[in-house]
């Protein structure tokens, strides 16, 4: 067994032994972690009052496996949540969750519920071009269309039909590569490809064409892990800026980004959500036992 596994369990069975389930001298740590996932509570402060979207006991299984189990949390309107932990420990299934990205997945299922403002996301009636239009998805690698950097933006206001005349889709291409903080440097080549751009200038102009559409959330599943740090640095600048006016849910392998960019953090582990706190204390004197071990390097 991995070292990292044994730690973790030896923790998981050490917090909370008034609701462990019992074990033999015979239990292996795997088994103890198992069993304690379906014991835990999630410590710190998942939830807030001015919640923009609010998950209760959202399980996710791909097939008969079970990725995530039952976690409670909400997303502050304006807030930047980051979510992080180690590989494989469901942050980014959850936050695929969030507007029903994993609806694509044939075997994934989602249990629990998730709303925003009050709507029910995963209500059947609900149409999920204007859901991911409210809460939209900036991915791992950046993935612009091979189309202009004009049409990349203004893509998702046409399907939307948000402007009538050419003027005010040009008003919406404009500003919404300005708020990417990408408008200088292509407002002479818009009719030039978007493939044409630098890594960094295609995850901004992936993010402009995100925004273009007005969303009041955007996700983004680790935005910088393929950018070299001068184009991080500009992104986060960036998540900054947009936090003024959207909420903002970011998965990071990065705990020095995590503790850059967001208010409130989120750490997973083994499929469930351990601690949710303020940064700054989940960074400096985290509530659980787990979280500590990873954000001092003890595993992860």
Request: proline letters at 5%.
């Amino acid at each position: 067994m991995d070292i990292s596994e044994e730690k973790s369990a030896t923790l998981i069975a050490e917090h909370d032994r008034t609701e462990a389930p019992k074990m033999t001298e015979n239990t292996t740590a795997k088994q103890v972690a198992d069993m304690k996932a379906e014991h835990a509570t999630t410590v710190g402060k998942p939830l807030v009052d001015n919640a923009k979207m609010s998950m209760r006991g959202v399980d996710v299984f791909y097939g008969d496996k079970q990725a995530v189990f039952g976690v409670d949390l909400d997303i502050g309107e304006n807030e930047v949540i980051a979510m992080i932990g180690p590989s494989g420990c469901g942050k980014s299934t959850f936050l695929r969750c969030l507007n029903r990205m994993n609806d694509t997945i044939e075997i994934c299922q989602v249990k629990g519920e998730i709303s925003l403002d009050g709507l029910n996301v995963y209500d059947p009636k609900l149409d999920v071009v204007p859901l991911r239009a409210r809460v939209g998805m900036v991915f791992q690698k950046p993935n612009p269309f091979p189309k202009s950097i004009y049409e990349n933006v203004a893509y998702g206001p046409k399907i939307h039909g948000l402007a009538r005349r050419r003027s005010e889709m040009d008003e919406i291409v404009e500003t919404s590569l300005q708020r990417a903080g990408l408008w200088e440097e292509v407002k002479d080549r818009l009719h030039q490809p978007g493939t044409g751009l630098s890594g960094g200038q295609q995850q901004r102009l992936c993010i402009a064409r995100t925004i273009a559409v007005s969303p009041e959330v955007i996700l983004m599943d680790e935005p910088c892990s393929a950018l070299d740090p001068i184009a991080t640095a500009k992104i986060e600048e960036l998540i900054a800026e947009l936090s003024q006016n959207f909420t903002i849910a970011i998965v990071t392998h990065s705990m020095q980004q995590a503790a850059r960019v967001s208010h409130r953090t989120a750490y997973f582990h083994l499929g469930r959500l351990i601690e949710v706190n303020n940064t700054k204390k989940v960074f400096t004197t985290p509530d659980h036992e787990l979280t500590e071990a990873y954000i001092t390097g003890r595993f992860g």
